[in-house]
C-alpha cells in the first residue's frame, strides 16, 4: 500500500515541487495550501504523514501542529515542518509541541526523500482504514 502524504505551503511552486519529488519516489500526494485547507483534506482523505510549511496564512504550522496533536486520530501521525527558518530555539519549540522533524528550504530530492522514508521506517502511526 502506498503511503499517503499531504504537502501544506502557501508557496504553489513548493507544493508542486515536494509533491513531485515524493510522487516520483512512489508516495501518493494531497496538495493544501495553508492549515484549514490542511485540516478539510486531513479529515476527508487518507493522509499517514504532513509536511507543512511554517509561516502561512490563515493558520501556519504551528497552529496545525497543536491542532494535529490535539485531535486523537491524528496525535501520533507524523508532522514535518519545512521552513526556511534557521533558528534554533524556535525549531526546539516546535518540536517540544510535536513536530516530528525539520526540512530546510530550498530542499533537494535526496534530503527529502530520505527523511520521509527514515520517519516512515519507524513509524507507530497506522491510519484507520473505513
Known amino acids: 500500500m502506498k503511503k499517503h502524504v499531504l504537502v501544506v505551503d502557501d508557496c504553489r511552486t513548493t507544493r508542486k515541487i515536494v509533491s513531485l519529488y515524493l510522487n516520483h519516489a512512489g508516495y501518493k500526494t494531497i496538495a493544501a495550501g ?75 530530492k535526496e534530503n527529502l526523500i530520505e527523511e520521509v522514508t527514515r520517519i516512515f521506517e519507524g513509524c507507530s502511526y497506522v491510519r484507520s482504514e473505513d
Do not use: C, H
Request: charged share 25%; hydrophobic share 45%.
Open 34 to 108: 495553508n492549515g484549514v485547507e490542511a485540516i478539510e483534506k486531513l479529515v476527508s482523505s487518507d493522509v499517514d504523514m504532513i509536511i507543512s510549511d511554517l509561516n502561512m496564512p490563515q493558520m501556519d504550522g504551528s497552529a496545525l501542529i497543536e491542532w494535529v496533536r490535539s485531535n486523537l486520530l491524528y496525535r501520533n501521525m507524523p508532522l514535518v515542518i519545512l521552513t526556511t527558518e534557521r533558528d534554533d530555539l524556535r525549531k526546539s519549540e516546535l518540536i517540544r509541541n510535536g513536530a516530528t522533524a525539520f526540512l530546510s528550504k530550498p530542499i533537494t
